[in-house]
């Protein structure tokens, strides 16, 4: 009996900021705005990259689907931290809810990271193999690329999931945290904990440093064959990679940070306020860098607005 009173679990307690009370309404503002702007930012990239013919290329059907995931991604997660910043004590979310939320956050997490590596490969097949960029980015290879993004987060996330929450719990453990991170959660448990912990590190570092290291040797091979060139219209090619660069700079770097770094001497908002800035602010620059350093972008916005206005 009591072995199932540690199996059962009714619920966890999400913490969220509710031990810096003075910080909660500002910040229930901010996160709602950002959330409403990286709704419409995401939306319109998704809109613009579907109507616009001058936006049917690979990169930006991989922008599309990139926006896809953040909208996913941050609907995930928003919501409930909005509830738990409007509420002065920890809210409660139950075990198959706190499970649900991050089996969507390693799916969706894990997605990103290939569709980036994807968006990477596009620049250097672009560059370095323009003659066979027709051929090596068919539609077809595009879709598998996608296809094998969101199956690599699917099979991560069932296997994340499925190690940490058949773990034993106390009964109404408090998670120190907005979201049902892996970390956290998994750091309540009353047994196990510390080989799953580093089976569960293992496979993540691995998923973050791979997908960043394949990136990193792309671009070095770009930035060899943009100095190879002669002209220097063909260096410029180089500024058609630098949104995607900060986007993964913005995305490996918060990640490597929250996830790579050492935990000893961490603190619990220090993380907080880490996992904020990856999971609400990045989702809302992502849209912001592509539409303002992309001039393809901004003709497309240009001429939806002009069709949607009406003539004096």
């Given at each position: 009996?009591?072995?199932?009173?540690?199996?059962?679990?009714?619920?966890?307690?999400?913490?969220?900021?509710s031990d810096h009370k003075a910080l909660q309404g500002p910040l229930f503002w901010v996160v709602l705005l950002v959330y409403l702007v990286t709704?419409?930012?995401?939306?319109?990239?998704?809109?613009?990259?579907?109507?616009?013919?001058?936006?049917?290329?690979?990169?930006?059907?991989?922008?599309?689907?990139?926006?896809?995931?953040?909208?996913?991604?941050?609907?995930?997660?928003?919501?409930?931290?909005?509830?738990?910043?409007?509420?002065?004590?920890?809210?409660?979310?139950?075990?198959?809810?706190?499970?649900?939320?991050?089996?969507?956050?390693?799916?969706?997490?894990?997605?990103?990271?290939?569709?980036?590596?994807?968006?990477?490969?596009?620049?250097?097949?672009?560059?370095?193999?323009?003659?066979?960029?027709?051929?090596l980015l068919s539609p077809r290879a595009c879709m598998a690329m996608v296809g094998t993004s969101w199956l690599t987060g699917i099979i991560t996330?069932?296997?994340?999931?499925?190690?940490?929450?058949?773990?034993?719990?106390?009964?109404?453990?408090?998670?120190?945290?907005?979201?049902?991170?892996?970390?956290?959660?998994?750091?309540?448990?009353?047994?196990?904990?510390?080989?799953?912990?580093?089976?569960?590190?293992?496979?993540?570092?691995?998923?973050?440093?791979?997908?960043?290291?394949?990136?990193?040797?792309?671009y070095i091979r770009i930035l060899g064959a943009i100095l190879a060139m002669a002209s220097t219209q063909s260096r410029r090619k180089v500024f058609?990679?630098?949104?995607?660069?900060?986007?993964?700079?913005?995305?490996?770097?918060?990640?490597?940070?929250?996830?790579?770094?050492?935990?000893?001497?961490?603190?619990?908002?220090?993380?907080?306020?880490?996992?904020?800035?990856?999971?609400?602010?990045?989702?809302?620059?992502?849209?912001?860098?592509?539409?303002?350093?992309?001039?393809?972008?901004?003709?497309?916005?240009?001429?939806?607005?002009?069709?949607?206005?009406?003539?004096?």
């Open positions: 009996m009591a072995g199932e009173n540690h199996t059962t679990l009714p619920e966890f307690l999400l913490l969220g900021f709704l419409l930012g995401n939306s319109l990239i998704i809109l613009l990259t579907q109507v616009s013919p001058a936006l049917h290329s690979p990169m930006y059907f991989f922008l599309r689907q990139l926006s896809v995931v953040e909208l996913f991604y941050t609907t995930n997660i928003v919501p409930r931290t909005l509830a738990n910043l409007a509420s002065p004590h920890p809210q409660a979310i139950s075990f198959q809810g706190c499970a649900a939320q991050m089996y969507v956050f390693i799916v969706l997490g894990i997605s990103e990271c290939c569709l980036l590596t994807a968006m990477a490969y596009d620049r250097y097949v672009a560059i370095c193999q323009p003659l066979h960029y027709s051929t996330a069932t296997t994340h999931a499925s190690l940490i929450f058949s773990l034993p719990y106390a009964s109404h453990p408090i998670i120190p945290h907005f979201l049902c991170d892996i970390l956290p959660v998994l750091r309540l448990a009353s047994a196990g904990k510390h080989r799953s912990e580093i089976s569960v590190m293992t496979a993540t570092v691995v998923f973050i440093m791979i997908p960043f290291s394949l990136i990193v040797t792309s058609t990679c630098s949104s995607h660069l900060l986007v993964v700079s913005l995305f490996f770097g918060t990640a490597s940070i929250t996830y790579i770094r050492p935990q000893a001497g961490s603190s619990v908002t220090t993380d907080r306020v880490l996992s904020l800035f990856y999971t609400v602010v990045t989702p809302m620059l992502n849209p912001i860098i592509y539409t303002l350093r992309n001039k393809d972008v901004r003709r497309a916005l240009q001429h939806l607005v002009k069709r949607q206005s009406p003539l004096p």
